[in-house]
């Protein structure tokens, strides 16, 4: 099975960078995936890392070390509309994704 | 491509009734899930087909969930005799397989299901 534990809040400034870190035990491993959630909206995919390292896509990047079981997700210059929560989700060896909890941000004027 | 599609998006029902949802995924895409979503919480993996085939269902799917992909293109998710726990958003997502570029899951809008 999974465990992936990602905190529940984080609050920042508009302009400002936030970075949400996401931990993961797994049976398998075939990437990790972030998603952005709007109350009430379906998830909304973000980023993608099955190797090592960054990957940059704008104003978000993402990152994997697969040893550390680690990832994190980074929104830079934070606009109002960032507002939302945040879901690692890991797949395994049988393609499922398997979600942690979501991280609410809130982005504040 | 108009994207993962579901229906309805809304459903409200008594307790004990049926209902059935209906999800029509990106097409091409061989692999299709079902996930269920309670507020504040992340989606739960319900089943996945590939193809027409159901290759896993999850054990929070009791005897009550069946779900079907009849000709390996739209699926439906029904839940008979329902009751209040059911209340949820049912998300529904497909991909192409691992290795033929698709490595990405995309969702549906979800079809939210309130039982009173």
């Known amino acids: 099975g999974q465990n992936i534990d990602q905190p529940t809040e984080m609050t920042a400034t508009e302009g400002a960078i936030v970075q949400i870190n996401c931990t993961y035990q797994?049976?398998?491993?075939?990437?990790l995936f972030w998603y952005q959630q709007h109350a009430g909206e379906a998830p909304t995919f973000l980023s993608y890392?099955?190797?090592?390292g960054l990957e940059e896509k704008g104003r978000f990047s993402s990152f994997l070390s697969r040893s550390k079981g680690y990832s994190y997700l980074l929104l830079k210059e934070l606009q109002m509309k960032d507002s939302a929560s945040y879901l690692c989700?890991?797949?395994?060896?049988?393609?499922?994704?398997?979600f942690g909890a979501g991280t609410t941000v809130t982005v504040r004027a | 491509d108009t994207g993962v599609s579901q229906n309805p998006r809304h459903k409200i029902t008594k307790r004990g009734q049926n209902v059935t949802f209906r999800c029509d995924p990106i097409s091409e895409h061989n692999r299709l899930y079902w996930y269920r979503q309670t507020l504040g919480q992340g989606p739960e993996f319900l089943t996945y087909f590939q193809n027409e085939a159901q290759l896993e269902k999850s054990r929070l799917l009791s005897d009550r969930f069946s779900a079907e992909r009849p000709k390996g293109s739209f699926s439906t998710l029904e839940i008979q005799r329902t009751e209040q726990g059911d209340s949820a958003m049912y998300l529904c997502a497909s991909s192409t397989p691992q290795g033929a570029g698709g490595n990405t899951i995309y969702f549906g809008e979800g079809s939210w299901l309130t039982v009173v």
């Open positions: 890392n099955v190797l090592d």
């Open positions: 797994t049976s398998g491993f075939n990437g």
């Open positions: 989700a890991v797949r395994g060896n049988d393609y499922k994704l398997s």
